[in-house]
């Protein structure tokens, strides 16, 4: 697979791609930090789709006119830009799935779970990596054993290990926190699982847009992304699993492509990834996802990534010189995500004061609710960053948030 050329980053000439940044919110420039929920869409994905739809759409993989091939085509690319842009071990181990939610709940119904059997989970999943396993909990009899973080989303390796057992089915983490920001040390937990026998799942719908993931050298058993966090469209999400682990795993949906044979008395089913690929796939948002990573992949993720961080240091820094702010996770390597709560207003509140001034914020539990009780809240306000967002736009964030903390007073 070659690589795509490489472009040096140059944040005006970013924000020059995505159309929407230059819209005004209540009278005021649109200010966007609400990247961790969604980001915004650059131009060439929206015409990869659109152009798509205009010249070139048909059903994928059964039709053998021109229209069908191209599109296959273009879908099956699509593939092989994931598989690229998360270093997989090879395109045929990529699942498109209709989001990141969908993938981990692919691997959850198809484990073989008997009562007893155990799932490691961290207090600071998302939604999505727990509600499956407590599926499990609920009707297979399964047990969910969970690892404690401290303040700032680090994890005891120690205390992972004393966690997994003999009836450990499945270590499922999140690989960077969706309000903490905290990163998963994910190679150590693959050596501590994979020595004694348990596979690990890893929710990468944050990661991934934040720093570069490399699937082969992690080892991981599988790995769950979303597109419309990585600047592609809603509807699309990527399940990875390692051949051997995928070979295993029953379908999760049935209809058309999952099939081989189909006759009145069996049916056998067709190889990964097809298998769990039921019925029409989401077409336009596969191609429109390869042409996000392919414009991802193109620039300087490290450039990127140092840009980001520079965004949360400095809105980070100016917070806590604020003695009415506190902030949630403060490791030194975390994401571009900055939680925190203004004293004596609600985050909703904070958050609606915030749009007034065309700031746009996240406030709620973030689907985190065990992580607000760890927390010893119930919700926090979120800013969260992207490529795009600039130096000068933490700087107004800011100023726009002590305005509401005076409105609020």
Same mark, same amino acid.
């Given at each position: 697979m070659n690589a795509p050329i490489k472009r040096p980053f140059d944040v005006a000439a970013v924000r020059a791609q995505f159309p929407i940044l230059g819209r005004t919110v209540n009278d005021r420039p649109l200010i966007y930090l609400d990247n961790a929920a969604s980001a915004q869409k650059p131009e060439v994905v929206i015409e990869a789709m659109s152009g798509a739809m205009r010249g070139r759409y048909?059903?994928?993989? %059964?039709?053998?006119?021109?229209?069908?091939?191209?599109?296959?085509?273009? =879908?099956?690319?699509?593939?092989?830009?994931?598989?690229? /842009?998360?270093?997989?071990?090879?395109?045929?181990?990529?699942i498109f799935t209709k989001s990141g939610t969908q993938a981990i709940n692919i691997v959850a119904a198809?484990?073989?779970?008997?009562? $007893?059997?155990?799932i490691v989970l961290s207090v600071m999943e998302h939604h999505s990596n727990i509600v499956p396993w407590h599926f499990l909990r609920e009707r297979k009899g399964a047990v969910l054993k969970w690892l404690d973080i401290d303040?700032?989303? @680090?994890? @005891?390796?120690?205390?992972?290990?004393?966690?997994? $057992?003999?009836?450990? %089915?499945? &270590?499922?983490? !999140?690989?960077?926190?969706? &309000?903490?920001?905290? %990163? !998963?040390?994910?190679?150590?937990? &693959? %050596?501590?699982?994979?020595?004694?026998?348990?596979? &690990?799942?890893? @929710?990468? *719908? #944050?990661?991934?847009?934040?720093?570069r993931v490399d699937l082969t050298a992690l080892?991981?058993? /599988? =790995?769950? *992304? !979303?597109?419309h966090k990585l600047y592609g469209p809603t509807g699309i999400g990527v399940l990875y699993g390692k051949p051997e682990r995928l070979a295993i795993l029953p379908p999760f949906e049935g209809g058309g492509e999952m099939i081989d044979i189909v006759e009145r008395e069996?049916?056998?089913?067709?190889e990964p990834p097809h298998r /769990?690929?039921?019925?029409?796939?989401? +077409?336009?948002?596969?191609?429109?996802?390869?042409?996000?990573?392919?414009?991802?992949?193109?620039?300087?993720?490290?450039? +990127?990534?140092?840009?980001?961080?520079m965004l949360r240091d400095r809105t980070m820094d100016a917070l806590r010189s604020l003695n009415w702010v506190k902030l949630y996770g403060q490791a030194p390597d975390k994401g571009a995500i900055v939680a925190f709560s203004v004293d004596g207003?609600?985050?909703?509140?904070?958050?609606?004061?915030?749009?007034?001034?065309?700031?746009?914020?996240?406030?709620?539990?973030? *689907?985190? #609710?065990?992580?607000? #009780?760890?927390?010893?809240?119930?919700?926090?306000?979120?800013?969260? /960053?992207? *490529? =795009?967002? !600039?130096?000068?736009?933490?700087d107004q964030f800011i100023e726009a948030l002590h305005k509401a903390r005076k409105l609020l007073s």
């Open positions: 048909a059903n994928v993989h %059964r039709g053998l006119h021109t229209l069908a091939n191209e599109t296959t085509e273009a =879908y099956e690319a699509a593939r092989t830009s994931l598989a690229r /842009f998360l270093n997989a071990p090879s395109r045929e181990s990529i198809g484990l073989d779970i008997r009562p $007893g059997d155990e303040d700032d989303g @680090d994890i @005891d390796l120690l205390a992972l290990d004393a966690l997994i $057992g003999p009836r450990t %089915r499945m &270590v499922a983490l !999140t690989h960077m926190s969706n &309000v903490l920001a905290a %990163r !998963t040390p994910a190679a150590d937990v &693959v %050596r501590i699982a994979h020595a004694k026998g348990a596979p &690990v799942l890893l @929710d990468g *719908c #944050q990661a991934a847009v934040h720093g080892d991981v058993d /599988f =790995y769950a *992304c !979303t597109g069996r049916v056998t089913y067709n /769990f690929e039921a019925g029409t796939p989401p +077409i336009l948002e596969a191609i429109g996802l390869g042409a996000a990573v392919d414009w991802l992949a193109a620039m300087d993720r490290s450039a +990127i990534e140092a840009h980001e961080n207003a609600h985050p909703h509140d904070v958050a609606q004061i915030l749009d007034r001034q065309g700031v746009a914020v996240r406030a709620g539990h973030h *689907c985190a #609710q065990p992580l607000m #009780q760890r927390l010893g809240v119930t919700a926090t306000a979120r800013a969260s /960053f992207a *490529c =795009y967002n !600039t130096a000068d736009e933490a």
